[in-house]
Structure formats: C-alpha cells, structure tokens
C-alpha cells in the first residue's frame, strides 16, 4: 500500500520543482490547471465509469462522508464566527477550507492508484458540485450585495458549466446502463484520460510553490491552524467512527471514504475567495499546510486500514 503513494508524492514533487524554478514560466499553473479541469480529467472519469460503474455499499459510505463533511465545515464557520468574529463571505470561506476536500487533482490520482477504482470519488465530485458548491456560492453571494445581479441564473447554472461534473454524470449513467462509448472514441478518450493522473500531481506541485500575500492580507496563522487541524485530523477521525460505528462499513469501502475525507483544501478554497474579495492568503495557507500534511495522514489512513 505504501509503495502506492510513492509516485503520488514524486509527481508532487516534480510539479514544485518545477515550479521554484520558473521554467515552464508564471502561467503554467493556471494553464495545466485549466488542461486538467476542462480536458484530461473529464476523459478519465468518463473513461473509468463507464468501464467500472459504481456499486457496493455506496449509499452508506456517501452518508458517512456527508455527514462528517457537513459537522467539520460547520465548525470551521462556527469558528470564524463566533471566535474570530470574522464577517459572512470569510466564514463561508473558513467553513469550505475546514472541509471542502480536493477530490480532483489529488482525489482521483489517489483512488486510481491506491484504491483501483474512482467510483466513490466521482460521486464525492458530484455531491461537491452539484450541492456544496451552489450553497457556498449563494452564501458568497448574500455577503456581498454588489454580486447579487444574476445570482439564481449562476447558482443554476454551476452543474452545467463544469466539465468534471457532466463527465461524472454521464459516466455513471452509461455504466448503470452497461453501455460503452465506441471502440475509436472509447481508445481516444482513454488515452487523454490517462493524461489526468500526472498532470494533476504536477498541477497540484506547482500550486504548492509559496507566493507573497498580497496587499492588506496579513498572515492569520492561528486561524489555519485550526482549520488545517479540522480537515486534515479531525475530519478524517470523525469519519472514521461514523463510517465504522455509526454506517457498519469495513473493507474497501471504509478505506475509500477515510482516504476521501482525508484529502486536503480543495484550490478552489482560494479561486472562490478571491472571486469574491475575501482573503486569498488565508485560504492559500490552509491548501498549503494542509496538502502537506495529507502525505502523512492518507498514508498513515491507507497503512492502518488495508
């Protein structure tokens, strides 16, 4: 299980390499970001699903994840809240970075290397997208009054403008139904598919490379250590005891959702803050420390439980 993670980990490290030393220049992270989320990782989810449709005890583990993902966020906004005394839009913010996980450029690679199948992680990406994302989005919205113009038609539109999530969809609707793409379409998807995986590690390093915080936006180091310690211990910990005590799940099954909630801030923590004026260092700091600190917990999570 160990040696599952070594390429993980060594493609990471690749991604921030290269990033510290400028070669592929400033934009690379944003142009293999948008490569990743717009091309290979909607031909690899699609690619996966329809040849390995999702089954198993899926409902429990989806509930188990839910529920540990839905306590730990509130409690990072309860914290921003009534703690920090932080205004709306910084406690959503808190709240997603507490335990919004980032379930593409390090969740896939981890399910199609550690765990073999990408089933459970593509419904945790259409749980994200389709729920979690639109609530987020329509609390930003509500904190800041001058977004409010086309708000419903946004928040309507968010599953529909994202490539991964209409991948996911019509992954799981083929493989439900048995059906497979055509054999010239099926090779052409399966080979920009197999692009996912590395790019995304080498996206994720790059991203991890530390850039100055901008104007007015001081380090609040007490408030990502706390909300590093929500996602990346106590999330992961509660999920556990739900999964196991609470939803009887054991096995795989058990394993993929402890690895699921074990993974790190989502990046786009930081796109939505920024989006919306809030503190873009702050979420920064927490995909930072916490994707760092997820090399030690999903590998200590996969030794544990395999």
Not at 51 to 70: S, W
């Given at each position: ?17 290269t ?50 993902t ?30 919004y996980?980032n ?31 639109p ?65 995304a ?20 180091p ?84 395999q």
């Amino acid at each position: 299980m160990l040696t599952a993670f070594v390429p993980i980990w060594a493609l990471t490290a690749v991604g921030f390499l290269t990033g510290r030393t400028g070669v592929l220049g400033p934009a690379a992270v944003d142009v293999l970001g948008r490569f990743v989320f717009y091309v290979a990782m909607p031909a690899a989810l699609l690619n996966t699903l329809t040849r390995q449709p999702v089954g198993g005890p899926a409902g429990r583990a989806v509930a188990a994840f839910a529920l540990a993902t839905a306590l730990i966020g509130a409690a990072g906004f309860a914290a921003a809240r009534w703690i920090f005394k932080r205004p709306l839009a910084e406690q959503t913010i808190a709240g997603m970075a507490s335990g919004y996980v980032n379930a593409g450029n390090l969740g896939i690679p981890v399910a199609v290397q550690v765990l073999g199948d990408a089933g459970f992680i593509a419904v945790v990406l259409l749980i994200q997208t389709t729920i979690l994302t639109p609530l987020i989005l329509g609390t930003l919205d509500v904190a800041q009054s001058e977004h409010a113009s086309g708000r419903w038609r946004r928040l309507l539109t968010v599953p529909l403008r994202s490539p991964v999530m209409l991948a996911c969809l019509a992954g799981v609707v083929l493989g439900a139904l048995h059906v497979h793409l055509p054999r010239l379409l099926g090779d052409a998807v399966a080979l920009l598919g197999n692009a996912a995986v590395p790019s995304a590690l080498v996206a994720l390093g790059l991203s991890l490379v530390p850039r100055e915080p901008g104007a007015g936006e001081p380090r609040r180091p007490v408030e990502v250590t706390l909300s590093v310690l929500l996602k990346s211990l106590l999330q992961p910990l509660l999920c556990f005891a739900l999964a196991r005590f609470v939803f009887d799940l054991s096995g795989a099954a058990l394993l993929a959702v402890v690895l699921c909630s074990a993974l790190p801030t989502a990046q786009n923590t930081f796109v939505f803050a920024r989006a919306y004026g809030v503190d873009g260092t702050f979420a920064r700091d927490v995909i930072v420390a916490s994707t760092a600190l997820s090399m030690v917990t999903l590998t200590v999570a996969a030794t544990l439980l395999q």
